[in-house]
């Protein structure tokens, strides 16, 4: 079924979940769907998304002699998202572009906040700060159960990274400090299982997205 043409305001939609949970396979296969109905689509993620945000990532997943601590990779992190936002994301939404973005500000609040167990309230305030108040219109939270996430990405050696090596318990506060974040914005963040195949994930994310653009445009044309 064919959806309403794009309106002049741009869309950011953020894609979240564990280590595993499928997220960015979906990002790709969502954004195809996008653009074949229309849409004029960006997809980028974090932390990354601009050359200097890209040098930051690879600081912060790559890892190396020196240990991070928990405050310097949050900062790292929030310099990355300040730099994405400011030169990618916000100019895509001003051109009325629909954004999908892999991972954003909840991750932080999961990864450096249930996780490594930073001050969450801090943490909100430093996300409205780098991200200039920008928040997502709709996120999708690829939900999988923590032995499940983990067992994927060890079959993928060769796309392992720093988080990867942390400990079960880790994952294990990251996936329900999620799902925490979800029961606070229901509305914002909808739950997808992730355990199911590609293909039925993709079109669970079908529906969920269709529908929440022809009632954004519904809205939208209500408010005229």
Request: proline fraction near 5%; glycine fraction near 8%; charged fraction near 25%.
């Amino acid at each position: 079924m064919a959806i309403p043409s794009q309106n002049t305001a741009g869309i950011f939609i953020t894609l979240e979940g564990g280590e595993g949970s499928g997220k960015t396979t979906q990002a790709v296969r969502l954004c195809r769907l996008l653009t074949a109905q229309g849409y004029e689509v960006l997809r980028t993620r974090e932390p990354g998304g601009t050359p200097v945000a890209e040098q930051l990532r690879r600081i912060l997943l790559e890892g190396s002699a020196e240990p991070l601590a928990p405050e310097t990779e949050t900062l790292l992190i929030l310099a990355a998202r300040r730099q994405h936002v400011a030169q990618v994301i916000q100019p895509a939404l001003k051109r009325g572009t629909l954004v999908v973005c892999d991972r954003f500000s909840d991750s932080t609040m999961a990864y450096q906040g249930y996780g490594r167990g930073l001050d969450l309230t801090l943490l909100r305030a430093l996300n409205r700060w780098a991200a200039g108040k920008l928040a997502p219109h709709l996120t999708l939270l690829f939900d999988v159960p923590t032995p499940t996430g983990l067992g994927r990405r060890q079959g993928q050696p060769a796309t392992q990274n720093r988080l990867d090596r942390e400990t079960e318990r880790f994952h294990s506060r990251v996936r329900a400090g999620f799902l925490a974040l979800a029961r606070r914005e229901p509305r914002r963040i909808k739950v997808v299982d992730a355990q199911q195949s590609p293909d039925s994930v993709a079109a669970t994310v079908r529906t969920l997205v269709m529908d929440w653009l022809r009632a954004r445009h519904r809205r939208h044309v209500r408010g005229r």
